[in-house]
């Protein structure tokens, strides 16, 4: 069940869960391993907003605080939402 249907504009088709292991930043290295098998790439991390999602070659800025409207348009979708360190993390698809 989508619960945000729409985030930074864009209309989200697909919301991902990914838990927390027990282990430090282990649900966001599944997020990030998610975002590799579905063939596409991925930003950096940042303490000012989720970690943009693209397709491969990653091609745009890196950080989500330097993408513009257009940048934004083009994303795939984004991880975010959640504590990246000890708890859960969210994909958002567009």
């Known amino acids: 069940m989508i619960k945000v249907e729409n985030y930074s504009g864009r209309i989200v088709k697909e919301e991902i869960e990914c838990l927390n292991n027990g282990e430090e930043f282990s649900a ?4 990030r391993e998610i975002v590799l098998e579905r063939g596409y790439d991925y930003g950096s991390t940042s303490v000012r907003g989720p ?8 091609s745009i800025p890196q950080k989500w605080h330097n993408l513009d409207q257009e940048d ?3 994303l795939i979708g984004v991880i975010g939402e959640g504590d990246a ?10």
């Open 85 to 94: 360190r000890n708890g859960s993390v969210i994909i958002f698809f567009f």
């Open 72 to 74: 934004i348009d083009k």
């Open 51 to 58: 970690i943009p999602i693209s397709t491969r070659p990653y």
């Open 28 to 31: 966001l290295y599944l997020a």
